[in-house]
C-alpha cells in the first residue's frame, strides 16, 4: 500500500529526482459531474511530480476552467469527449485540453479570449474563466487539429510566474 | 450527484433579516444550481442581510463567483447585502484575478462583517 | 415568444425546444398545442432550451408545469437549459425547483438523460507513467467519480481499493521497460468495470492469472500483493485476466450494492 503524503509542505522528493518528463492523459465524457475529481486528480499528479501546494492549486482551476470551456462550448455531439493530456518537466507543466470543436462563433469567441491583449472586464459573464487561466499560466496557445477538434496548450512554468501575476493583477486593477 | 458544497444556515443575533451562511467544499460548476436554490429561498423569505463565511470554502471557479456576484446584486436590489468573511489565500487571488474584490464586500472575519451591518442601520 | 423544435440528432426519442424572448400568458395556447403534437408523434423527452429567453410569467410556468406532467405520465420527462440566475430565481420563488430539473449545458442534460433511461456505460481512460506514488491520485479520482455518479460511500471505498491493489500490482510486477500503463473504468447505473492494461513478463502475468482467477478465497503466495489481490477477489463480482503478447490485462466488475 502506498503511503505518499498529500499535505507536506515541501516539494516531493521523487518529483525532483525524476529526470524525464513524466506524462499522464485522461479522456472522458463531456459532462460537468466529471470536472471535479478530474481537477482534483490533476492537482494531486502535479503534488507528486514535485510542485508547490500553491502551483497545485492554479493547476486546479486551471483545469476547471479549460475542461468546462471544451464541455460547454465545444462539444457539438452527444457522445462528444474531452482529452487532457499533462507533461510535468523539472521547470513546467504541459497541459493541453482538446474538444471535439464546436461552433464557428465558438471559435472565435475562444480565440478572442485566449488572444486578447486585455482581458475584459468583471462585470461580463462570459469569459471569465478563460480569464483566470491566462493570468495564471505562462503560455496559451490554441491549435486545430484534423476533425474540427480544437486544442488549447497552457505552458505553466515553475516559480518565477509569482511575480508576473503580481505585476499584471497590478495593471489590471489600474484599467477597472 | 454527489455534491461537494455544503451550506449551514444559521440566524444573525440582533441584526433584523440576518442570516450567516457558512460555506464548505468546493463551489463549482456541478453545485451552482443548489446553492442558488437555497439562498434564493432565503432572499425570498425576506432574509437579505447576508454573512457569508468561507474559512471552510476550499475552492471556487468562475461559475463560482459568478453566482457570488449575482447574490450581491439581487440583495442590494432588495436594499440589502452579502458580505463575505474568512476567504483563503487561493481563492481570494480568484476573486481579485476576475476584479470581483472591488464589487464584493470582502471583510476579514464574520464579527467584522456583523459589525458593519450593525453600523448600517 | 419564438418556439421551434427540432428532433435531436442524436438520439430520435429527443425533442430540443428553442424558447426565445418573453414567455407570456398569451404564449400558453401555442405551447401545448406545440407539446401535444410532440407527445402525438410518440416522443416523450424534451430539452427545453432557454439561454434566449427574457422573461417568464407566472401563468407560463404552469403551462409548462402541466406539459411536463403530461410527458412524465406517458413515462418521459423535460429538462431546462441554460436559464439565466434572474429568470432562475424567479422560478424557484415560484416553486419551479420542485418540478423541474435545471441543466447549465445540454450536454449534461444528455448525459442524465442516458444514465437515467439508457443503459450506456460511460468511459473514462487513464494512462500514466509506471510509477507507485501516482497511484494514490488515479484511485482518488475514480472513486470520486463513483460518488459523483451517485455511488454509496462504500461502494466508492471498495472501487478505489480495487484500483489500488490492481494498478500497484501492475506496476510492481510489470516489465520495467513499460512506458505507460492503462487504466479504464466504465460506469453505469448499475456497474461498473475496471480494466488495467500493462505489459507484464510471462511467468508474472501467469502467476497473476492463477491469484485473481482461481477459485480460492485466499492466495497462495502469502506475500503483501497476494493479500490485497485475494481482498479485490473478495469485494468485486467477476474478474478476468488476458494475457497475450501486447501485455496483460485485467478487468473486474462490481455490481452497484443498492441497484
Known sequence: MDSQPRNEETPSPKGREAKGAAEYSVQLPSDLEYI????????????????????????????????????????????????????????????????QGGTRQNLENLKRAVYSPRPPSSDKKKGRGLVIVQMLSSEIKIDLGENGHTQVHVVKTRDPDEARIQREKLLYESDL | MDTQIELQISDLENVPHGKLIKFMGDLDATNVESTLDQVTKLIKEGFVQIVADFRNLRYVNSTGLGILLHFSKT?????????????NDNVYEIIEIIGANTLLDIYDNVEEAIESLQSRR | MRISQQVSAHDERIVLLHFEGDLNASDCEATSR????????????????????????????????????????????????????DLRERLIQMGADKIFQFYPDTHTAYNHYHWEYTQTAQVVSITLPPKL??????????????????????????????????????????????????????????????????????????????????????????????RGLALVKLISNSINVSIDNSGTEVKITKMREDS
Not at chain 1, 41 to 57: D, H, L, M, P, T
Not at chain 3, 41 to 64: C, D, H, Q
Not at chain 3, 178 to 197: A, G, M, N, T, Y
Open chain 1, 36 to 99: 471535479p475529481p478530474l481537477r482534483q486528480f490533476v492537482a494531486e499528479i502535479a503534488r507528486v511530480e514535485g510542485f508547490s501546494k500553491k502551483f497545485c492549486f492554479r493547476t486546479e482551476i486551471i483545469v476547471d476552467e479549460l475542461v468546462t470551456n471544451g464541455i460547454v462550448h465545444g462539444s457539438q455531439d452527444v457522445r462528444s469527449s474531452i482529452t487532457l493530456a499533462a507533461r510535468f518537466e523539472e521547470g513546467a507543466m504541459n497541459l493541453s485540453v482538446q474538444d
Open chain 3, 34 to 85: 406545440i407539446f401535444q403534437e410532440i407527445i402525438d408523434s410518440r416522443k416523450y423527452f424534451i430539452v427545453a432550451l432557454m439561454e434566449n429567453v427574457t422573461f417568464v410569467s407566472s401563468p407560463f410556468l404552469g403551462e409548462l408545469m402541466g406539459c411536463k406532467l403530461r410527458l412524465v405520465e406517458k413515462g418521459g420527462n423535460m429538462v431546462v437549459v441554460g436559464l439565466n440566475y
Open chain 3, 133 to 226: 506514488q501516482s497511484v494514490p491520485a488515479v484511485r482518488r479520482f475514480i472513486s470520486g467519480i463513483a460518488k459523483q455518479k451517485g455511488y454509496t460511500a462504500r461502494d466508492s471505498f471498495r472501487i478505489e481499493t480495487i484500483v489500488d491493489e490492481i494498478a500497484n500490482n501492475a506496476i510492481e510486477h510489470g516489465d520495467s521497460s513499460q512506458p505507460e500503463i492503462s487504466v479504464e473504468l466504465r460506469i453505469d447505473r448499475k456497474k461498473f468495470e475496471l480494466l488495467v492494461r500493462n505489459k507484464t513478463l510471462m511467468d508474472k502475468a501467469n502467476q497473476l492469472k492463477y491469484v485473481l482467477e482461481a477459485n480460492k478465497e485466499t492466495a497462495q503466495t502469502g506475500d503483501t500483493r497476494g
Open chain 2, 75 to 87: 440583495a442590494k436590489e432588495k436594499s440589502g447585502c452579502f458580505k463575505i468573511a474568512n476567504v
